[in-house]
């Protein structure tokens, strides 16, 4: 495996259910991200992890929970969310100091019902 | 005023032609360029990135930074079916590297 993998591809869920998305890097980047891409809006950025530690949490709301255990592995935990956070989950890596040179994963397709 | 404007399209061209696709941004500050593109299904992939201002050339993509005129271009010379796909600007300040600010992407088909 090379690059950054995110499991699951496809993912449609209700509003009370409880999901995780998994996302793993094989770069040895020491920088991880969650984005949220919508339609017709810019990627936005939810959360940054540098050295296993969040150094950014851009006013996401609670019902989205990330975590970080080690430098090749972010999940983002779902709760309770609406249909208006149906969008695609893009997981992101780089070397924390470079301005440039994100790698990003395939992405998760949410659809929330 | 939004940090960075790009126009979504989409823009269809020809096969053989050339495309020119632009990103104006608001803040002075911001130092790294950078192009990405996104197939259908995938994620955005790193296309070009520069560093300031002037021109920067790989095959047939040329990315153009004019920051007196907060104006970023990335231009395809003899597109091909394979570069349809939807491309995103995005720009940093220095020493940022959480700090990336995209574009909503342009949807370009080139088409046979």
């Known amino acids: 495996e090379t690059g950054v993998t995110q499991t699951p591809r496809h993912l449609v869920m209700g509003m009370t259910n409880k999901k995780s998305l998994k996302c793993e890097q094989h770069l040895g980047h020491n920088a991880m991200y969650w984005y949220k891409q919508s339609a017709k809006k810019p990627l936005e950025l939810m959360f940054v992890?540098?050295?296993?530690?969040?150094?950014e949490n851009n006013s996401v709301p609670s019902r989205f929970s990330p975590e970080c255990p080690n430098s090749s592995h972010l999940f983002l935990h779902l709760h309770t969310l609406q249909p208006e956070d149906s969008a695609l989950y893009l997981c992101?890596?780089?070397?924390?100091?470079?301005?440039?040179?994100?790698?990003f994963g395939s992405g998760t397709r949410l659809t929330v019902v | 005023q939004k940090e960075v404007e790009q126009d979504p399209g989409p823009l269809s061209v020809p096969e053989g032609a050339i495309v020119s696709l632009n990103c104006t941004y608001s803040?002075?500050?911001?130092?790294?360029f950078m192009w990405y593109r996104q197939y259908s299904r995938k994620g955005p992939e790193l296309l070009m990135y520069?560093?300031?201002?002037g021109n920067k050339e790989d095959g047939r993509f040329t990315a153009q930074v004019d920051k007196s005129s907060k104006y970023i271009s990335l231009f395809i010379r003899d597109s091909q079916p394979s570069d349809s796909a939807t491309y995103l600007c995005a720009i940093a300040a220095t020493g940022t590297a959480s700090k990336l600010t995209f574009g909503t992407g342009t949807r370009l088909q080139v088409t046979l």
């Open positions: 803040n002075s500050a911001f130092q790294y």
């Open positions: 992890y540098s050295l296993e530690e969040r150094v």
């Open positions: 520069t560093y300031s201002s």
């Open positions: 992101a890596s780089s070397q924390d100091g470079q301005d440039y040179g994100y790698t």
